[in-house]
């Protein structure tokens, strides 16, 4: 059996990292996302460490220059920026993450589905694909985001807890973001299901399933991978354009997009409120870019850059 | 990446030291351009219902009476205010028996509509029908309902009968002239007057306007020019020309300011208080920003049913616990005063003699340790059954100077050991659904609009608790129930003597500033941003809008 | 198609319209009801608001208001009513606005036409020579700053960067205005540079794509065979590119455009919110928060509708710039 053979090997696994590694830019973010994450994490360590209150409001030493103890200042509730955005990086790359993640799932399912089995399901799910793809998906998301969670049956104390514009902010994205890496993974499958060891598999008598799950989706990892670390920057991005819509992640849950958009209204005031979030988020996306490319570049060598 | 870190940096730094604000272009100074942030939906006076509408309309039309910058109630398309003692005011029984008013206004001589053609007891008559018509989709029908009849004595005279005696009968500011010349085919099939209506499908025919000014063009969305109206009787205006420019990012807003695209921010519907306060630290000396405390009285209403806040100690300990002083002063750097109760300041009626809660922290604690809740556990109170004392707040989400009070609060009421939870919703949930059907667990944070002299009944009055057998009729939200309350009220709108009124309304306030269902706030005020040649702006503070007197606009 | 289609290609052709025009009439009766369901799902209703805002209305006043709009049936009947009106001509009227949808409607949509269509056509305009150059220096350093450019333009925060164009070029330095749509009749060439700063914003936003498309796609073309028989032939660099690459370069750049049309509008939506520039993008939002049901639905149909007509012109024009595909190709892709 050569289902090993055709997975990402040994030798495989070397040669992408010495592809990778030579790839200055995909390095060079993945030690500055590696760093964003960790300092998200130590979040409460930073807190205790510089002797701040990331919730605790004080009127009177609003907007305060760097020092110290604020090494990025106050903003306009007095609290400190730094661990603010700390933890706003907590919500967004969790956001961003989670979301991305969740859509390539559905994408995986839709695109396994369509490639193996082909005939109607296929033109049904691609048109589906190639529908929402068209959809012009932002005044759609106002209207999801907007949707009462109540109406469509989620229990009370999840519709009515801090949390519930995050989850909610996850699930739509997750399900308009699936359509690159359904079609991505539709195409994977089509060449490999005609492969060798696919044949075999069937002619043992191996569940679709079993087939779809254990020899292709292995097979087609890796546009997926790159896919998905894209779009886990333009999730952070569509997170604060949503906040600037009103339809983000509700304050007092700092994320970067609520940061931003608070901090564009005091933009003539405090223009340094604005800087922070919107530098973070630009370095961010920015990073993810360069990572998702430089593992397309490692991963798949054959393939241009695109 | 170089090129743009250089320009971001630039930007940064335009930003950071407001470098060299563009000249304003030399615009000739007979016209005005008036920025706002939103856009009236609809022209018809009865029909829409919005500030910038009310903004406009007072430039392009005049009411019977109004309040005035001084808070007093006036005559503008009547001759002269009706009153008890002149006789233009008496007693009346309605054919079903009760107390009724019949009040005499004459129409001011002179009056005409923008095309020449004169106003008269006939357009009164025309608009009365109309707002009672069931189908024609008039707003406030309530007035009109209470409007028995209206007899029209000859071109200019005219009495209205009304089915309740009060104590403000003469006051018929909401009373909206249309023109029955134009008007009356739309209006001949009233329920599809609504869409027929000429201000609506030709907004800028003359004969609509009587005011100074009328409505030259429109551009939905955008802008509304406004040229001089050459029948207009009174003082001739002093621009040629008034734009209403929409911008409804505020922060753009600000930018057109300085860029010179509009000269001047309307109080009425402008940029937010916190904005003003920081631009006119920046800018104060090309502009001329005037703040007035407005009648919007923001204030936190309580679920009094909810087991925590029924009791009358938790809710003196919050509003002590509260620095209202502290957001007043470092927020809105004093330019939003505390309130003790809903009754502005400048209301004829307001009494400074109430209780009064100042932010003490040390009395709040000694408040909630009497209420049982003195087992403190994480900074977090607790009471005898273990229970945490922990309360919701919710206001409108989107509305950045409310979150941020909210989160003071939340800070606030966390030193004296109550756990605040915060969850906001877009306005249109909140005040559609959930405060409308009391569906607040324990606080909501809003403010209300209220008419001079405008007596609490549908916010206190016990008979109000909106609740589903009643088809959520009323706004006592919090569910206010008190026999001192409800007395007070359902005299002050009988008793119509100046002593009686006095005690009545003091009663009021102090019974609520006693009982406290609601948490005062502040009352906000609206931040005017004028260019200093522009003088001649008296800003009112009360719903009926400086425009009102823009013949007195003059550039310097 | 231009002396291109050969005979036997008219009925191809003519199923090809027609099986297309069906499948938009499809989309968009789905679409319009899942919108009208989703709608309805939203909570609160305008009259309630104007109600709890207002304390001189009574819940009467807002009992009969609601009757007169129709807003007290079953949505499936107000569905039900609304598609019978469309049958007969009638979208229905705009709540907020007192008008027939299509008056509000239209302007709207031809101004944000103006603003995508230009920024297509800049972005195309900088993009293809932009990818021209990085694809024939592949691995410079040339290369690399067009692609971190084009990176920092997908990463940017759209609405940060508007306010940031505002903030140089309105505020600090006065060149343009900051905002708005200037006056009606002063022409078109007046109004031109209140588009300057909005096309801007959405350029550097789709530019990225474009760039990188045209890169890919022309590397890709340049290793081709024919390219090197031309170049033995003895055609310069320059004729090269443009007369034999570019051409055939332009083919997958031409879908990539049409099904970017969908997301160009939504950021036609965040651009014309901090310009204030009155296009569709920004009246279907404020329809959707202000719960103007009729408003919202016809301007998401007609938002769609746009797009897919966008995306009907690019494979038209696929099959217009390649000889070798023909509709029936098309129709089975």
């Known amino acids: 059996m050569s289902i090993v053979a055709d997975t990402l090997s040994g030798a495989d696994t070397q040669r992408f990292w010495q592809r990778f590694r030579r790839n200055r830019p995909a390095m060079l973010s993945a030690a500055v996302l590696a760093l964003i994450a960790l300092a998200a994490l130590l ?33 306009e509730a007095g609290r400190d920026v730094l661990v603010r955005l700390l933890y706003g990086g907590r919500i967004s790359l969790l956001v961003g993450l989670v979301a991305a993640l969740g859509a390539a799932t559905i994408g995986t399912a839709v695109g396994l589905l369509a490639g193996y089995y082909g005939g109607r399901l296929d033109t049904l799910l691609m048109r589906s694909t190639d529908g929402v793809i068209a959809l012009p998906l932002l005044p759609l998301l106002i209207i999801l985001a907007a949707v009462d969670l109540a109406k469509v049956g989620v229990p ?81 991005l569509l997170e604060s354009v949503l906040s600037f819509l009103g339809l983000g992640i509700q304050p007092p849950i700092p994320s970067w997009g609520n940061m931003l958009t608070n901090a564009q209204e005091l933009a003539t005031r405090a223009p340094a409120l604005a800087v922070w979030p919107g530098a973070v988020i630009f370095v961010t996306v920015m990073a993810f870019n360069f990572l998702g490319d430089g593992l397309q570049d490692a991963l798949d060598p054959r393939a241009t850059r695109r | 990446m170089l090129k743009l870190k250089t320009f971001i940096a630039a930007a940064v730094l335009a930003t950071a030291l407001g470098a060299t604000p563009a000249l304003a272009q030399e615009k000739a100074r007979d016209e005005l351009v008036i920025g706002v942030s939103q856009f009236p939906q609809g022209f018809h006076p009865n029909l829409a219902s919005h500030v910038v509408l009310s903004l406009i309309n007072g430039m392009t039309r005049r009411p019977f009476t109004v309040y005035d910058a001084d808070w007093k109630l006036i005559c503008m398309l009547c001759e002269t205010l009706p009153s008890r003692a002149a006789g233009t005011i008496r007693d009346w029984t309605t054919p079903d028996g009760e107390d009724g008013l019949e009040v005499d206004y004459t129409i001011r001589p002179g009056a005409t509509w923008g095309d020449g053609v004169p106003i008269t007891t006939r357009d009164v008559a025309f608009t009365w029908a109309i707002g009672r018509d069931e189908t024609a989709g008039i707003n406030n029908q309530e007035l009109y309902r209470r409007m028995e009849k209206i007899v029209a004595h000859d071109d200019s005279r005219f009495t209205i009968f009304w089915n309740k005696r009060t104590c403000n009968a003469e006051a018929i500011n909401d009373f909206e002239l249309v023109p029955a010349h134009l008007e009356a085919e739309a209006a001949s099939e009233p329920a599809a007057y609504r869409t027929r209506n000429a201000y609506d499908t030709d907004p800028t025919r003359a004969g609509l306007y009587f005011g100074p000014y009328r409505i030259a063009s429109v551009e939905p969305g955008a802008t509304i020019t406004l040229e001089p109206n050459p029948t207009w009787w009174g003082k001739k205006p002093a621009f040629k020309r008034i734009t209403v420019r929409t911008i409804e990012n505020t922060a753009a807003l600000e930018a057109n300011l300085l860029s010179g695209e509009i000269d001047y921010i309307a109080g009425e519907d402008g940029i937010s208080l916190d904005q003003a306060i920081a631009f006119e630290k920046r800018h104060g000396d090309r502009f001329n920003v005037v703040f007035k405390p407005g009648l919007f009285y923001e204030h936190v209403d309580l679920r009094l049913d909810n087991p925590i806040l029924e009791n009358l100690d938790v809710r003196r300990a919050l509003l002590h616990a509260i620095d209202r002083t502290a957001i007043s002063e470092r927020l809105f750097e004093g330019k939003q005063p505390v309130a003790d109760t809903f009754v502005h300041p400048l209301d004829a009626v307001h009494t400074d003699d109430v209780r009064k809660y100042p932010f003490d ?129 359902d005299r002050v709108e009988v008793e119509c003597g100046a002593e009686a009124q006095t005690r009545h309304w003091t009663t009021i306030q102090q019974n609520y500033a006693e009982q406290l269902p609601v948490l005062p706030l502040y009352f906000r005020a609206n931040a005017f941003v004028m260019p200093d040649w522009l003088s001649g702006v008296t800003p009112t503070g009360h719903q009926y809008p400086s425009t009102l007197w823009v013949e007195n606009w003059t550039a310097k | 198609m231009d002396g291109r289609v050969k005979p036997g290609h008219d009925g191809a052709l003519l199923a090809f319209l027609t099986r297309r025009l069906l499948g938009m009439a499809v989309v968009l009766a ?226 990539i455009i049409a099904l970017d049309f969908g997301t160009l509008f939504s950021g036609a939506l965040i651009t014309e919110t901090m310009f204030g520039y009155l296009g569709m993008g920004k009246l279907i939002y404020d329809s959707i928060l202000g719960n103007d049901f009729n408003l919202a639905l016809v301007g998401l149909l007609l938002a769609t509708l746009v797009v897919l007509i966008g995306n009907f012109l690019a494979d038209i024009a696929y099959a217009a710039l390649d000889p070798r595909i023909s509709f029936r190709a098309l129709e089975a892709a």
């Open chain 2, 361 to 489: 922290p040390d009395t709040a604690r000694t408040l909630l340790d009497a209420a049982g809740w003195t087992d403190i556990r994480k900074g977090i109170r607790h009471n005898a059954a273990g229970e945490p004392l922990r309360i919701e707040i919710m206001t409108t989400a989107g509305n950045r100077v409310r979150e941020l009070v909210e989160q003071v609060i939340q800070s606030n009421l966390r030193e004296v050991g109550v756990d605040l939870r915060i969850r906001n919703q877009p306005a249109r949930v909140l005040f559609g659904q959930t405060i409308r059907q009391r569906e607040f667990p324990g606080m909501a944070m809003f403010a209300w609009f209220s008419t001079p002299e405008n007596i609490p009944r549908t916010t206190m009055h016990s008979s109000m608790i909106p609740t589903a057998e009643n088809g959520w009729s009323g706004q006592n939200y919090t569910g206010f129930a008190n026999p001192v309350m409800d007395e007070a009220i």
């Open chain 1, 43 to 75: 979040a409460p360590a930073f807190e205790a460490m510089l002797g701040v209150d990331a919730t605790r409001v004080d009127l009177f030493n609003q907007y305060a220059s760097p020092d110290a103890t604020h090494w990025l200042g106050t903003d």
């Open chain 1, 156 to 236: 009370a104390d999840i519709a009515n807890s801090e949390m519930a514009s995050l989850y909610r902010i996850v699930f739509i994205i997750a399900l308009v973001g699936w359509t690159t890496v359904a079609r991505l993974v539709r195409a994977g499958t089509l060449s490999v299901r005609t492969r060798e060891f696919v044949r075999a598999a069937e002619a043992m008598g191996a569940r679709p399933t079993t087939i779809m799950l254990r020899h292709i989706l292995p097979n087609i990892v890796s546009p997926i991978i790159v896919a998905t670390t894209l779009s886990i920057g333009v999730v952070i």
């Open chain 3, 30 to 255: 789905v679409m319009s009801f899942i919108v009208f369901m989703l709608i309805g799902l939203m909570p609160g209703d305008p009259i309630d608001i104007m109600i709890a805002s207002n304390p001189d209305l009574t819940p009467a006043d807002g009992e009969r208001l609601k009757r007169l709009h129709g807003l007290d049936l079953p949505l499936w009947e107000r569905y039900a009513n609304w598609l019978g009106g469309v049958f007969t001509g009638d979208l229905g009227f705009s709540r907020t606005y007192n008008r027939p949808v299509m008056d509000i409607l239209l302007p709207r949509l031809g101004n944000t036409v103006i603003l995508l269509g230009l920024s297509s056509i800049v972005a195309i305009v900088v993009a293809i020579p932009l990818g021209v150059i990085a694809a024939t220096r592949p691995q410079s350093k040339l290369d690399s700053a067009i692609n971190l450019f084009c990176f920092a333009g997908i990463s940017v925060p759209p609405f940060w960067l508007a306010l940031l164009f505002i903030m140089i070029f309105a505020v600090g330095l006065g060149w343009l205005p900051a905002g708005g749509m200037g006056a009606t009749d002063a022409g078109f060439f007046a109004g031109l540079k209140f588009l300057v700063l909005p096309v801007a914003t959405l350029t550097i936003a789709s530019l990225a794509g474009y760039t990188r498309f045209a890169r890919a796609a022309m590397i890709e073309v340049l290793r081709q065979d024919y390219i090197r028989t031309a170049r033995a032939k003895g055609l310069g660099p320059r004729r090269t590119l443009f007369g034999h690459g570019l051409r055939n370069a332009m083919l997958p750049l031409t879908t």
